[in-house]
């Protein structure tokens, strides 16, 4: 199974991303560095996130979910800083 997911973290940021293996434990490659200037310590030291599955497919190719994947961050506009950290589509100005 083959899927898109979004990411909630505590402040309300978000983070849309594939998964082509159908994995529970799959959180997603956003760039933690990034997230971690968002939190203080003491805010890691009890810190949950949400996953969502936005879109599934058993057949679709590779490709498919690629297309599929920009779409929805576009469509939630997690590439948006202030939305989500989604790094690309680079946001055009």
Same mark, same amino acid.
């Given at each position: 199974m083959k899927w898109i997911y979004k990411i909630t973290y505590p402040n309300g940021k978000?983070?849309? =991303?594939?998964?082509?293996? =159908?994995?529970?434990?799959?959180? =997603?490659? @956003?760039?933690?560095?990034?997230?971690e200037q968002?939190?203080?310590f003491e805010d890691i030291l009890n810190f949950s996130i949400?996953?969502?599955?936005?879109?599934?497919? @058993?057949? @679709?190719?590779?490709e498919d979910v690629n297309i599929k994947e920009v779409e929805f961050i576009l469509d939630w506009r997690s590439n948006e800083?202030?939305? =989500?950290?989604?790094?690309?589509?680079?946001?055009?100005?």
């Open positions: 978000i983070y849309v =991303g594939k998964d082509l293996t =159908g994995s529970i434990n799959y959180f =997603g490659s @956003a760039d933690s560095s990034t997230i968002d939190f203080s949400k996953r969502e599955l936005l879109w599934w497919s @058993a057949k @679709a190719s590779d800083p202030s939305i =989500g950290y989604n790094r690309w589509p680079k946001l055009k100005l």
